[in-house]
């Protein structure tokens, strides 16, 4: 058998050190190190971009919400400007009628009272020219004459009555009525009551329903 060799321990341990060495990584050349620190600004500017990005994102909704919000605002406000609108439009609709039929009803009331003086101008002018187309006259001739004034008459009655004019009729007899009639005399008479008519001065007309025209009367007071 041959002989075992005998190892120096320090020879064994700069062997191990030696052997660690061949295994061991490269250390970083001057070269390596300036690749990797160029490196690193391109991740931090991607980095960078990526935020930037998301942020003009966020930034772009924010501003399509603010458009969205501004449209609703702009259309609530076009709205309540229309509402208004319509309301003014509805009251000046409504002021201008009433101001219209105001107008219409003071015009029509001002042509009634025009035309219910001249009804009453013609009323008084006819009456008294029938009482005296009526007079009893013994003279024939003058009786003839009587006649074609009565003719006249009635052709003046028919324009009362194209006017809505009527006589007020008042009998012998009738009770006096102060919404019609005025006393010019009282009288006695035992045939009839106290305030009965027994005379007719002047008739007494209306327009429609109106009295336009009161009627004189002589009346009952007996004692």
Do not use: W
């Not at 024939?140 to 009635?154: A, T, V």
């Not at 009839?192 to 009346?219: E, F, G, Q, T």
Request: include cysteine.
């Amino acid at each position: 058998m041959g002989k075992t060799k005998e190892v120096n321990p320090t020879e064994e341990t700069v062997n191990n050190q030696a052997e660690q060495t061949a295994n061991a990584e490269p250390a970083p050349t001057q070269a390596t190190k300036k690749v990797v620190k160029e490196a690193d600004p391109i991740t931090q500017l991607t980095e960078k971009n990526k935020k930037l990005e998301l942020d003009l994102i966020l930034q772009k909704t924010k501003s399509a919400n603010l458009e969205l919000q501004l449209q609703q605002l702009n259309n609530d406000y076009a709205q309540k400007i229309n509402e208004k609108v319509r309301q003014a439009n509805e009251i000046v609709a409504t002021k201008l009628a009433e101001l219209e039929a105001k107008h219409s009803k003071e015009l029509t009331e001002a042509k009634k009272y025009q035309l219910t003086n001249l009804a009453k101008q013609l009323a008084d002018i006819i009456d008294q020219f029938s009482l005296a187309v009526n007079y009893p006259i013994a003279d024939e001739k003058i009786r003839n004459y009587q006649n074609g004034f009565k003719m006249f008459c009635s052709m003046f009655n028919n324009l009362l009555a194209d006017l809505n004019v009527s006589i007020i009729p008042i009998k012998i007899g009738d009770q006096f009525n102060e919404n019609y009639m005025s006393v010019v005399e009282t009288v006695e008479d035992p045939k009839l009551p106290n305030n009965a008519v027994c005379a007719v001065i002047s008739n007494a007309y209306k327009m429609a329903d109106r009295v336009i025209k009161i009627a004189n009367v002589k009346v009952v007071k007996n004692d």
